[in-house]
T-cell receptor
């Protein structure tokens, strides 16, 4: 079992729709969860982080965490073509050293 | 405020040669991480360093790979006797040292893309 799992996609949604990206992790001791966006040929950039169960909203983005189910998701409202990218889920281990374990990423395509 | 700086951006080496990748962290950041990304794959942790210390090298191959972060100058990832399987994008990331804890918010450089012929 991979430490952090994501569906590689591609996930295709029409412009203006809600895109839902999902991630599961294996280590119950994980404390911190991150979503990065990576455009093709570019570096990952941090979108959101979440530490507590529940929802965290930032603009069009909402991160959801359920530690009991070991599940974290990212919702993108009013999807735009510029949101088309690979979204990487990352988990920080219990030692909280900043070492992040990444999933393989989900490719999102937003069609105009 | 300059971000994480990596060079070279692109590097071509023949099998058996050495590759040296450099990374300067963001100003005020004392933690440096190296990740490798193969085509169509996620980022794989390699090594975590602080100034003059390797903290976690659990993701580094046992042979040919080494990393350092000297007191002065950038962090260096060194790959000796490169093979075709080393072809990948190598990303450096840095984070700020916080009193008592590291939040793990990493900021990435643009990456160094190594091609081994």
């Amino acid at each position: 079992q991979k430490e952090v799992e994501q569906n590689s996609g591609p996930l295709s949604v029409p412009e203006g729709a809600i895109a839902s990206l999902n991630c599961t992790y294996s280590d119950r001791g994980s404390q911190s969860f991150f979503w990065y966006r990576q455009y093709s040929g570019k570096s990952p950039e941090l979108i959101m982080f979440i530490y507590s169960n529940g929802d965290k909203e930032d603009g069009r983005f909402t991160a959801q965490l359920n530690k009991a189910s070991q599940y974290v998701s990212l919702l993108i409202r009013d999807s735009q073509p510029s949101d088309s990218a690979t979204y990487l889920c990352a988990v920080n281990g219990p030692s909280n050293t900043g070492k992040l374990i990444f999933g393989q990423g989900t490719t999102l395509q937003v069609k105009p | 405020n300059a971000g994480v700086m990596q060079n070279p951006r692109h590097l071509v080496r023949r099998r058996g040669q050495e590759a040296r990748l450099r990374c300067s962290p963001m100003k005020g950041h004392s933690h440096v991480y190296w990740y490798r990304q193969l085509p169509e794959e996620g980022l794989k942790f390699m090594v975590y360093l602080q100034k003059e210390n390797i903290i976690d090298e659990s993701g580094m191959p046992k042979e040919r790979f080494s990393a350092e972060f000297p007191k002065e100058g950038p962090s260096i990832l060194r790959i000796q006797q490169v093979v075709r399987g080393d072809s990948a994008a190598y990303f450096c990331a840095s984070s700020r040292e916080l009193a008592g804890a590291n939040t793990g918010e990493l900021f990435f450089g643009e990456g160094s893309r190594l091609t081994v012929l």
